[in-house]
């Protein structure tokens, strides 16, 4: 198998998901004691959130690629970023390491292509869902991108409570709302993106009536395609 390098811990919630939801799929895949190897170096997320709300990316870039490079040369062969919201640093990222890096937007995109679908409801931190480098990666595989009337409250949830482990039957009954307002105004809306790794705590599949494609899963899935290539 080849090793993974996983930038985590924004938040380790959902970190903490990516490192088990990996080794089932690789216990899955391969039968036995088979476990991923993995590098995993988890950050002080309050640090990191800071310097996205002072809109300091450069700064959080910089600190995110020299993590990246570290795992690289400790042997990791691909890195994965455990975060969508900060793949907006991923061009910093992968100007420092010479291994593939997997983008969880460009996953996400490839994965609702599978399924035929080119106009969705993009749900996470509000840095995902108002600014371009998300929702550009999106529409350059023709995919049409909405937004929630209220992104605000959506963006509270994932820092106020989902970051923090906690899980509201409000927010959750929120979201489903969200969806559900975004189908009436948008009918040709063909699924959810979770576009937050945390946001798969709070709502499963059955929750809607579109089909919702959590970036978490679909990301796990793509790093054991490349921790089990040849």
Known sequence: MKS??????????????YYSLLNQEIRSRMQGLHS????LHSVDFEPIEKLQSEGKWDEAGEFLAQ???KLENS?????????NTMHKVAPKICEKISVPFLH???????????KGIDEVLL????????????TEILNSYNIKVHIPSNPSKIDS??????CLGVIKPDSKSFYIDAICEAQRLHPNIGGVILGCTEIGMLLKEHDSKLPLFDTTLLHVKAIADFVTSK
């Open 4 to 17: 993974i390098g996983l930038i985590g811990g924004m938040s380790w919630e959902s970190t903490a998901q």
């Open 36 to 39: 991923a190897p993995i590098w």
């Open 67 to 69: 993590i990246a490079l």
């Open 75 to 83: 042997g990791a062969q691909a890195i994965a970023l455990c975060t």
């Open 104 to 114: 969880i937007a460009h996953i996400c995109a490839k994965a609702l292509l599978e």
């Open 123 to 134: 749900l996470g931190t509000r840095f995902t869902m108002n600014e371009p480098f998300y």
């Open 157 to 162: 949830i994932i820092f106020n409570e989902l």
